[in-house]
């Protein structure tokens, strides 16, 4: 059995490749919706557009319930904490997905054109809120949540909801709207052709520049933010307690990291030199090179942000002290050991039939299959 510290690395690691997972596969899902109204001129295009990922959406969303799960079962009280402060954001989120399963499913039941653009307008919106809402979050966990514990451990949040839309916040939104439409949007030029691929080009291309230069802006901001930092001993193995360590906030603490191991560097600018790689690749339709293209962009800024601040993991603005960390959040070893020993199992299981469910279903999508199929399609 692996000891405890490895563990609690470990999950730090996985969480981030689910987050990652997550983004990379549905990700590309709510960009496509994003890009929907504008790049679907027509109800034939708009069809089009919707079947390039209407095979696999709902199988996507595995990573997002493991992502949630694992959450859940490695660092509880990070899920109870930021469910707590982030209720009404995180509802926002849920009430916009809501959109997709009876969107997907029911748009084209109807021939009725305000029913259908009603239905394209709610993927729109199941697409484009929750990266949106998850930028934002990303974007106040560097800053600091406003919460504390009380004596017997249940934590307290002390803002609001309107507390969460501040500048910095709103910046990292739109990071994470610019870089998933990009990706939506690559993933869309590789599965279609002519004007709607065409259209698809130009979205991402203008959502890769807006990501790059987003993500600069965001980089710079971050150097002379307040980070967090811990100044007491660490005992890896000792068992969760959040209260049981000293952190101050200083300027520029969340570049320690970098200054210790200057490779973590390869990670932002694998993120900005990424989205910049994706617009020249569409540029010069090399479609599939620019979607992987796009999934290391992707990698290099949720990984930029976790390298930033580790071992925070949802630092504390009201109480520094009771900062959730890596090595105080966490659930016990065995629960770790199982969890790790069961992603093992089926995360190359999942990783396979995904592989398999998309290779089945490589191609274009074009206006004649649908035509073809109108029954059957989406």
């Known amino acids: 059995m692996l000891d405890y510290p490895t563990l609690k690395i470990i999950w730090w690691l996985l969480v981030g490749v689910l987050l990652t997972g997550f983004a990379i596969m549905d990700g590309h899902d709510m960009g496509v919706g994003t890009l929907l109204p504008f790049v679907g001129r027509s109800d034939l295009e708009r069809r089009v557009v919707i079947n390039t990922v209407g095979p696999h959406w709902d199988g996507n969303q595995v990573w997002f319930i493991t992502a949630g799960g694992a959450i859940f079962a490695a660092w509880p009280l990070v899920y109870a904490t930021a469910f707590s402060g982030f209720y009404w954001a995180m509802l926002a989120v849920l009430w916009a997905l809501f959109f997709r399963p009876v969107g997907f499913d029911y748009r084209s039941k109807i021939h009725n054109a305000a029913w259908r653009s009603t239905w394209d307008w709610g993927l729109f919106i199941g697409g484009a809120v929750p990266p949106l809402i998850f930028g934002v979050a990303f974007g106040n966990l560097l800053q600091g949540v406003p919460f504390g514990f009380d004596a017997y451990m249940v934590s307290t949040y002390t803002g609001t909801f309107w507390q969460l839309l501040n500048p910095f916040a709103l910046l990292a939104g739109v990071v994470s709207s610019a ?131 580790f071992p925070f993991v949802m630092p504390s603005s009201t109480l520094p002290a009771a900062s959730l960390t890596v090595w105080d959040s966490v659930s016990s070893h065995l629960t770790l050991s199982i969890m790790f020993w069961a992603t093992l199992i089926f995360i190359p299981l999942i990783m396979v039939y995904t592989g398999w469910a998309y290779s089945v279903m490589r191609g274009k999508v074009t206006a004649a299959y649908i035509q073809e199929n109108d029954h059957a399609a989406y």
């Not at 959502?207 to 710079?220: E, I, K, R």
């Not at 101050?248 to 560097?265: D, F, I, K, T």
């Not at 690749?281 to 620019?290: C, I, N």
């Open 179 to 309: 870089m998933i439409t990009m990706h939506g949007g690559a993933y869309l030029a590789h599965r279609t052709e002519g004007v709607i691929q065409a259209r698809a080009i130009k979205g991402a291309v203008g959502a890769a520049l807006v990501m790059a230069l987003a993500f600069v802006a965001a980089g710079f901001w971050l150097q002379g933010m307040d980070g967090y930092r811990i100044t007491s001993a660490i005992d890896p193995s000792a068992l969760p307690d959040p209260m049981n360590k000293t952190v101050v906030r200083e300027a520029g603490a969340w570049m320690a990291n970098y200054s210790r191991q200057p490779l973590l560097w390869l990670l932002p600018a694998l993120g900005a030199g990424g989205a910049l790689l994706v617009a020249a690749l569409l540029r010069a339709r090399r479609t599939l090179t620019a979607f992987a293209a796009s999934a290391l962009a992707l990698t290099g800024v949720i990984g930029t942000a976790g390298a930033s601040m």
